[in-house]
């Protein structure tokens, strides 16, 4: 899966050649509140973040709307 989304989501990104570990630590293990109701689920992540534009580009990827 993580190759997955390196191949597709992180293409032309700092993180294109980045290992499994980093992307996980630096992508995946992050600290957010998620709420969800019946049509959306929606993701708070903290403004102090550092990787937050990278997040966000990477999920539109996987999720174009």
């Not at 570990?21 to 689920?41: C, E, P, Q, S, Y």
């Amino acid at each position: 899966m993580l190759e997955a989304i390196r191949r597709l989501a992180l293409k032309d990104t700092e993180l294109a050649n980045a290992y499994v570990g980093t992307i996980r630590l630096k992508l995946l293990k992050i600290g957010a509140v998620i709420t969800r109701n019946t049509r959306r689920i929606r993701f708070l992540l903290s403004s102090a973040y550092p990787y937050q534009a990278l997040f966000a580009h990477a999920t539109a990827k996987l999720h174009p709307t």
